[in-house]
Antibody
Framework: EVQLLESGGGLVQPGGSLRLSCAAS????????MTWVRQAPGKGLEWVSA????????YYADSVQGRFTISRDNSKNTLYLQMNSLRAEDTAVYFC??????????????WGQGTLVTVSS | EIVMTQSPATLSVSPGERATLSCRAS??????LAWYQQKPGQAPRLLIY???TRATDIPARFSASGSGTEFTLTISSLQSEDFALYYC???????????FGQGTKLEIK
């Protein structure tokens, strides 16, 4: 059974940093591009960042470019999101998501339960 | 960046009736359009991909159509479990910044 389990969320002050993790099980992580999607309280879904299966290629939304870094450790079956220079508008539930097919970058058939990041003083 | 616009923001429909949700792309996304359903406190669930193909285990009352910039999701004979948020997502662009629409809330009338 495919499972994605996010962790690392919490309360952080503006300007602070946080690292999110997404532990994957039930499949071979390196075979899949992975994505972080966030959802601010009461708001819609926002695509944040994606990474290729090997980790060689990474992509970011303009809103987080230069502040967030996506990475993965396939040997540990874990996806990461390092978030620096956090702002109030980064407050959201952060989901990791996996496509249903190893050839896709979207069509997210599998999602974690999400981890809440709150940026506030 | 491709901007996805959904309408209406909120749709009130009675159980048993039909609901029609719209999604527009700021530029053509061909048929690379997906629909997701999200219920409170849950992660989204993939409903439709390729603009019109139902994902695994999605009931036949969900249908979708469109290509280019205009897309529609139709839910015939609404069931109580269908009242939720619905998002469209384009996956045509490269690099893969696969943007979502802002969502349509389908509520009970």
């Amino acid at each position: 059974e495919v499972q994605l389990l996010e962790s690392g969320g919490g309360l952080v002050q503006p300007g602070g940093s946080l690292r999110l993790s997404c532990a994957a099980s039930g499949f071979t992580l390196r075979s899949y591009a992975m994505t972080w999607v966030r959802q601010a309280p009461g708001k819609g879904l926002e695509w944040v960042s994606a990474i290729s299966g090997s980790g060689d290629n990474t992509y970011y939304a303009d809103s987080v470019q230069g502040r967030f870094t996506i990475s993965r450790d396939n040997s540990k079956n874990t996806l990461y999101l390092q978030m620096n220079s956090l702002r109030a508008e980064d407050t959201a539930v952060y989901f990791c998501a996996r496509p249903g097919s190893s050839t896709s970058w979207s069509l997210f058939g599998y999602w974690g339960q999400g981890t809440l990041v709150t940026v506030s003083s | 960046e491709i901007v996805m616009t959904q309408s209406p923001a909120t749709l009130s429909v009675s159980p048993g009736e039909r609901a029609t949700l719209s999604c527009r792309a700021s530029q053509s996304v061909s048929s690379n359009l997906a629909w997701y359903q999200q219920k409170p406190g849950q992660a989204p669930r993939l409903l439709i991909y390729g603009a019109s193909t139902r994902a695994t285990d999605i009931p036949a009352r969900f249908s979708a159509s469109g290509s280019g910039t205009e897309f529609t999701l139709t839910i015939s004979s609404l069931q109580s479990e269908d009242f939720a948020l619905y998002y469209c997502q384009q996956y045509n662009s490269w690099p893969p910044r696969h943007t979502f629409g802002q969502g349509t809330k389908l509520e009970i009338k």
